[in-house]
């Protein structure tokens, strides 16, 4: 497992845990219950052709909307009728579902070979139609267009932008055992842990996963030149560059909100510091300058601060300094106090709080602090949790747990006290989470 020993060193790693196949599928898994959960009502999408639908469309988006937190969707088996049209609906019989929403739809295969896919939201007590969209997709896209109809069902009934049509990165460590070595694979999905494409291989280690604001590029930490590297590569070319290979520590890449500049954690002055790479002019900016050990520095979304660990008080807490655009640099403020341990922390997309590791009972937890009322909510009960990331919208966090030993991960809504969503890597260790920013159409 990677974990960060910030009373040690802060960036001394802890080699991942062995399994036995070379590669990683995630597997979704839906466990306890929702206690606050709205029901609704998703119909199996109707599909008259020859041969099976390519893509359950309706099983993805009741998968999507239960894994929010805010929904419970009926299973097949709890709805009255399975509709895929309004004028053959009985809502009497719907009423008694306490289901307030219903989506039907339709998917078909045109003479050009792509899918037509139709859905709409239909309101149960008024038979009203809330929204309607038609898609017209290729095949690779049917999984996707089932990610957006969530997002639209979301914002619609949420008022709040879905996050379901967005990638995570993530990184896997599996042994071979033929060649009796390890093999560390990053890798990108969609979010539900789907249609995983392979980054990087590699028999050195992988770590710090970081998107560029236009979800194009991943900055990364790699050791296949036996030290630590900081690299940015194109997802689409899979084109690759250095951007840090100062002697001794080269960690923790976070790219800014503009996409001009990357925070990193650098010690080729000798000590664990924060610095700004100003990836254009390739002009580096230190910014912290203090005997403590400082790292993980995470922008905020306007880019005018950073928030990083540093244990300058004697434990590791965050800080959170001002970074200017004309490179000017305030004084660092102590930013959480309460316990001895708090490391890792992220602003959430609105700014108004920070998703971070805390150490709560002898384990280590994600909470997520107000920076409002300065009060931390304990989102995880686990023992080992680490790496947590927030989903653009701010409403899900994902993190990096352990399961009987070997590396998960997790997800959960930040507004409710529904149980986790868990992605199961089926073979490896799978750690180092990142959630991509929203895609573009």
């Not at 925070?263 to 790479?277: F, P, V």
Request: charged fraction near 20%; include cysteine; aromatic fraction near 8%.
């Amino acid at each position: 497992m990677y974990r960060i020993k910030l009373n040690i060193l802060l960036i001394s790693y802890v080699c991942l845990l062995a399994s036995s196949q070379v590669f990683a599928v995630l597997d979704v898994e839906i466990r306890g219950g929702f206690q606050s959960a709205s029901p609704i009502a998703i119909a199996p999408f109707s599909w008259t052709q020859s041969g099976a639908i390519p893509v359950d469309i309706a099983s993805v988006i009741r998968s999507d909307l239960a894994r929010s937190g805010v929904f419970s969707p009926l299973e097949n088996n709890q709805l009255p009728e399975r509709p895929t049209m309004t004028s053959s609906i009985n809502w009497s019989r719907w009423k008694s579902t306490q289901a307030e929403n219903l989506v039907v739809g339709q998917v078909a295969r045109n003479k050009q070979g792509n899918f037509i896919v139709e859905f709409k939201l239909l309101d149960i007590y008024t038979g009203k139609t809330s929204i309607e969209y038609r898609y017209n997709v290729k095949s690779k896209h049917l999984r996707r267009v089932a990610h957006q109809i969530s997002d639209k069902i979301y914002q619609q009934l949420m008022h709040t932008k879905g996050a379901f049509d967005t990638l995570i990165a993530y990184v896997v460590v599996n042994n071979n055992i033929n060649a009796n070595k390890r093999v560390y694979t990053l890798a990108v999905a969609d979010s539900d842990g789907y249609a995983e494409q392979i980054i990087l291989r590699s028999k050195k280690p992988i770590m710090s996963p970081a998107w560029s604001p236009d979800g194009q590029k991943l900055a990364y930490v790699s050791f296949e030149k036996n030290r630590s590297v900081v690299y940015i590569q194109q997802l689409k070319s899979g084109q690759r560059k250095i951007v840090a290979q100062y002697k001794g520590i080269n960690s923790a890449p976070d790219w800014s909100p503009d996409g001009k500049r990357l925070a990193m954690t650098l010690s080729k002055d000798g000590n664990s510091e924060i610095y700004i790479l100003h990836i254009a002019s390739g002009v580096l900016q230190r910014i912290t300058n203090h005997h403590a050990i400082d790292t993980a520095a995470s922008w905020s979304p306007d880019g005018r601060s950073l928030v990083f660990t540093s244990d300058r008080a004697g434990k590791p807490q965050i800080y959170q300094i001002t970074v200017n655009q004309q490179g000017r640099v305030g004084k660092a403020k102590r930013v959480t106090y309460l316990g001895s341990y708090n490391a890792g922390a992220s602003f959430s997309p609105d700014g108004k709080s920070l998703i971070l590791v805390t150490r709560n009972k002898g384990g280590f937890r994600v909470g997520r602090l107000d920076l409002n009322t300065r009060k931390t909510q304990l989102l995880t009960l686990s023992h080992l949790d680490e790496s947590p990331t927030f989903s653009p919208n701010g409403k899900m966090v994902l993190y990096a747990t352990e399961l009987r030993g070997r590396g998960i991960l997790e997800a959960i809504s930040v507004n409710s006290n529904h149980a986790p969503q868990r992605l199961r890597v089926l073979s490896g260790d799978v750690r180092e989470p990142a959630w991509s920013p929203y895609r573009s159409r």
